[in-house]
């Protein structure tokens, strides 16, 4: 994909893989990418769209691991797994390119260069669900939305434009709807955000 880092992940994967090799996929919104337990063939890196990632739990909720926008690869875990460990679902019509899993072993096992590429790319990704993990350690559902709007916001003054519902954001952080809701009013009558459709702003010192 054009304009990439070189040190983005979804980069390094498919520089390891000839172009020919490399499928585009598409699929409808709610369309499963794979499921659960399928055998896994291939990693993904996501043209347009957005795919979820989420693990059913033994109770039968789902745990959501990743929301792959554009320009990130998703699955990389089949690369030493025999099976895929959650469910990919588009979240909206999205595009995919499938990289087969067999390829990337290949030119890893055989090219130092690119698999010193894919471990920095790896370790980077480590440190963003690390700091994922963080968000739902965080008891208040208050300070756990505020930290995700955090994260995710840029620009001065800082603010989140937000391109999903809150309904897939709160299974992202782990909470219910309703909490989410609550969490954003209360923020918004201590004047820590600013909400207008489509995005909110921070009225608060983002601090790194």
């Given at each position: 994909?054009?304009?990439?880092?070189?040190?983005?992940?979804?980069?390094?994967?498919?520089?390891?893989?000839?172009?020919?090799?490399?499928?585009?996929?598409?699929?409808?919104?709610?369309?499963?990418?794979?499921?659960?337990?399928?055998?896994?063939?291939?990693?993904?890196v996501v043209q347009s769209g957005r795919v979820r990632l989420a693990r059913v739990m033994a109770d039968g909720?789902?745990?959501?691991?990743?929301?792959?926008?554009?320009?990130?690869?998703?699955a990389e875990a089949a690369l030493s797994s025999a099976r895929y460990h959650c469910d990919a679902t588009a979240e909206v019509d999205t595009a995919v390119l499938r990289l087969p899993k067999q390829d990337l072993l290949a030119a890893l096992a055989t090219d130092p260069a690119r698999s010193l590429a894919l471990t920095l790319a790896l370790a980077s990704q480590v440190r963003d669900l690390r700091a994922r993990?963080?968000?739902?350690?965080?008891?208040?559902?208050?300070?756990?939305?505020?930290?995700?709007?955090?994260?995710?916001?840029?620009?001065?003054?800082?603010?989140?434009?937000?391109?999903?519902?809150?309904?897939?954001?709160?299974?992202?952080l782990g909470l219910s709807r309703e909490a989410v809701y609550r969490a954003l009013a209360a923020l918004e009558r201590e004047g820590r955000i600013a909400r207008s459709s489509g995005s909110i702003r921070l009225l608060v010192p983002i601090t790194k």
């Amino acid at each position: 994909m054009p304009g990439l880092p070189a040190d983005n992940l979804a980069a390094c994967l498919l520089r390891a893989v000839p172009e020919s090799r490399v499928a585009r996929l598409r699929f409808g919104r709610g369309v499963t990418v794979f499921r659960q337990d399928d055998k896994a063939l291939a990693i993904y890196v996501v043209q347009s769209g957005r795919v979820r990632l989420a693990r059913v739990m033994a109770d039968g909720t789902a745990l959501v691991l990743q929301v792959a926008e554009p320009g990130q690869s998703f699955a990389e875990a089949a690369l030493s797994s025999a099976r895929y460990h959650c469910d990919a679902t588009a979240e909206v019509d999205t595009a995919v390119l499938r990289l087969p899993k067999q390829d990337l072993l290949a030119a890893l096992a055989t090219d130092p260069a690119r698999s010193l590429a894919l471990t920095l790319a790896l370790a980077s990704q480590v440190r963003d669900l690390r700091a994922r993990l963080e968000l739902r350690n965080i008891r208040s559902a208050k300070e756990r939305v505020l930290a995700w709007l955090r994260l995710r916001a840029s620009g001065e003054p800082a603010s989140v434009t937000l391109g999903r519902s809150w309904t897939l954001i709160a299974g992202e952080l782990g909470l219910s709807r309703e909490a989410v809701y609550r969490a954003l009013a209360a923020l918004e009558r201590e004047g820590r955000i600013a909400r207008s459709s489509g995005s909110i702003r921070l009225l608060v010192p983002i601090t790194k």
